[in-house]
């Protein structure tokens, strides 16, 4: 299978999203919130987006500098294909990304317009969870504009 160098750099992007913020998720659901007061809950939540945020920073990092560095100067700054391909997809993951933010104000402000504000509490007891909901949204969006991308860089290559 012959690859441009941006569809493998899309390619690490998008298992390096999936690998880490996956890792994310568990480790935020698996907090156990009867044995840790509020404050410590949310210490724990926080230290645990951090380090997502760091892993995913320094991965692409190295592999990203590697890919470029195995590429020519050519491959590095894609042709006219590979623009198109990007705002292609970029548009895709826009609609996904404003579709879950205006989701997620919903789901933030019509518990407090209809009073229900301590149900939604029990239902999930997650620290900061309009946080991660936030981010669930933003790496959603990442997900689907990667995966567009590889899709629109195979069906070309076919």
Do not use: C
Request: glycine share 4%; charged share 15%; net charge negative.
């Amino acid at each position: 299978m012959n690859m441009t160098l941006k569809e493998k750099s899309t390619w690490l992007s998008l298992i390096a999203t999936l690998v880490v913020f996956g890792f994310y998720t568990i480790r935020v659901f698996s907090i156990d919130m009867s044995s840790l007061s509020e404050q410590e809950a949310i210490d724990v939540a926080m230290a645990n987006l951090s380090s997502a945020i760091l892993y995913i920073i320094i991965i692409e990092i190295i592999f990203q500098s590697l890919i470029s560095a195995a590429g020519s100067k050519a491959e590095v700054e894609g042709d006219e294909r590979d623009r198109l391909i990007a705002l292609t997809s970029n548009n895709s993951g826009y609609w996904v990304l404003s579709i879950g933010v205006i989701i997620t104000l919903g789901q933030l402000l019509l518990p407090h317009a209809i009073g229900m504000e301590s149900l939604i509490k029990a239902y999930f007891p997650i620290p900061l969870f309009e946080v991660h909901v936030l981010l669930f949204v933003f790496i959603l969006s990442e997900i689907v504009r990667f995966t567009h991308q590889i899709v629109l860089y195979r069906k070309d290559a076919v």
